[in-house]
């Protein structure tokens, strides 16, 4: 998966990757099987699905 140079990926980066999904996996599937109020729910599910991204970025370009 080479787009240009300046990008080497490893198998690192997949493994991060794959750990990112499966805490998000993980952290909705919990929050939908243990959570009764759907406001609540939704709101965790929208911190973690925020926290993902902010993750991603962050190891993607270094944003934060």
Request: glycine share 8%.
């Amino acid at each position: 998966m080479l787009f240009t140079n300046a990008v080497q990926w490893t198998g690192t980066d997949f493994i991060a990757a794959a750990a990112v999904f499966a805490f998000v996996g993980c952290a909705i599937e919990l929050s939908v099987r243990f959570v009764d109020q759907s406001v609540i729910r939704m709101a965790l599910i929208c911190g973690v699905l925020f926290a993902a991204s902010a993750i991603w970025a962050d190891g993607a370009i270094g944003i934060l």
